[in-house]
């Protein structure tokens, strides 16, 4: 995590946004009264919106883990893929 205050981003956005794009850091933008924004990639912020939607359910959050742990125990099966009939 890197911390910049606002006079320090607007010097330097471009390589602080680079920063955050290309390591993956998360940029802590320090304001007054403790006011602090967080400033992440596109693609993390994705990750953590996907991540939350499957943590919402917890049905389907289950079946994601035991589906998980019969991969990693090698209980699964491989199919051919069909061929598309319709044209």
Known sequence: MIAVNYSGLREN???CFDKVYDDYETLVVTRKKN???VIISEEVYNNLMENAYLHAD???????IESKAQL???KYSKHE???DTDE
Do not use: Y
């Open 58 to 64: 917890s049905a389907n959050f289950e079946w994601l």
């Open 81 to 83: 893929l069909l061929e």
């Open 13 to 15: 956005m471009k390589a």
């Open 72 to 74: 990693e125990s090698g």
């Open 35 to 37: 006011r602090n924004v």
